[in-house]
T-cell receptor, first 115, second 114 residues
Framework: NAGVMQNPRHLVRRRGQEARLRCSPVKGHSHVYWYRQLPEEGLKFMVYLQKENIIDESGMPKERFSAEFPKEGPSILRIQQVVRGDSAAYFC?????????????FGEGSRLTVL | AQSVTQLDSQVPVFEEAPVELRCNYSSSVSVYLFWYVQYPNQGLQLLLKYLSGSTLVKGINGFEAEFNKSQTSFHLRKPSVHISDTAEYFCAVSHNQAGTALIFGKGTTLSVSS
C-alpha cells in the first residue's frame, strides 16, 4: 500500500500527557498537510509543511501544538499537555506538488481520545 | 480569506433517486473547487475538481458538479444514487496561488436507503 500512512490509528491519553501522531506521505510526495476533524465541524486546516519547512501554520493553536516534517522520516504532529478538547480525528494528507491544483491524498486518520 | 458553506448537514434519499448536495463559497480572488467523499472510518478521497474550462465537471462514481461563478456555487449532483453512496461529502476551495491549502466545508452526510 503506497498511500498515506498514519499511526497510531487510535490513541488514548490522559489530560496533561503528550500525544505524537505520525504521518508517512505517499512515496515521492514532499508536501504534507494536517487537518483536525471534530463531529459536525468538518475538517479544519492546521498546518502545511514541505520537507524541513513550515509553509503555513495559520490553523495551528498558538500553544501546545507543533508540527515538523524532517528531511528523513515521517511528519509528526505533537500535542503537549493534552486537554479533553483535543479529542478529535487528525488527518494527514500529502500531495506531489502544491495542493491548489493537484489532488490531496489522505490517510485514514488518527483518533485521539483524551480522558 | 475564502470560506465554504455546505447548506445541508444531512440529506436522506431513497435508492435510485436523484440528489444534489449544495456548496457555496466566498473568495475575493479566483478559486479552485473540489468535492471529496469520506466513507466511515476512512480518509477522504477526491470525487472531482474544477480548475478552469468547462463549468460542468464529471467525477468518479457518476457524480458531477457545476461551477457557477455568479452564484459562487459548486453543487454536486448524481441522477440516481446507490446504497453504496452513503457517506460524508465535503466541498473544498483553494486560491489559485502557490502554497495555499484546501479549506473544507463542514460536510454533508448523504444517507441512501432502500
Amino acid at each position: 500500500n503506497a498511500g498515506v500512512m498514519q499511526n497510531p490509528r487510535h490513541l488514548v491519553r490522559r489530560r496533561g500527557q503528550e500525544a505524537r501522531l505520525r504521518c508517512s506521505p505517499v512515496k515521492g510526495h514532499s508536501h504534507v498537510y494536517w487537518y483536525r476533524q471534530l463531529p459536525e465541524e468538518g475538517l479544519k486546516f492546521m498546518v502545511y509543511l514541505q520537507k524541513e519547512n513550515i509553509i503555513d501554520e495559520s490553523g495551528m493553536p498558538k500553544e501546545r501544538f507543533s508540527a515538523e516534517f524532517p528531511k528523513e522520516g515521517p511528519s509528526i504532529l505533537r500535542i503537549q499537555q493534552v486537554v479533553r478538547g483535543d479529542s478529535a480525528a487528525y488527518f494527514c494528507a500529502s500531495s506531489q506538488g502544491q495542493t491548489n491544483t493537484g489532488e490531496l491524498f489522505f490517510g485514514e486518520g488518527s483518533r485521539l481520545t483524551v480522558l | 480569506a475564502q470560506s465554504v458553506t455546505q447548506l445541508d448537514s444531512q440529506v436522506p434519499v431513497f435508492e435510485e433517486a436523484p440528489v444534489e448536495l449544495r456548496c457555496n463559497y466566498s473568495s475575493s480572488v479566483s478559486v479552485y473547487l473540489f468535492w471529496y467523499v469520506q466513507y466511515p472510518n476512512q480518509g477522504l478521497q477526491l470525487l472531482l475538481k474544477y480548475l478552469s474550462g468547462s463549468t460542468l465537471v464529471k467525477g468518479i462514481n457518476g457524480f458531477e458538479a457545476e461551477f457557477n461563478k455568479s452564484q459562487t456555487s459548486f453543487h454536486l449532483r448524481k441522477p440516481s444514487v446507490h446504497i453504496s453512496d452513503t457517506a460524508e461529502y465535503f466541498c473544498a476551495v483553494s486560491h489559485n496561488q502557490a502554497g495555499t491549502a484546501l479549506i473544507f466545508g463542514k460536510g454533508t452526510t448523504l444517507s441512501v436507503s432502500s
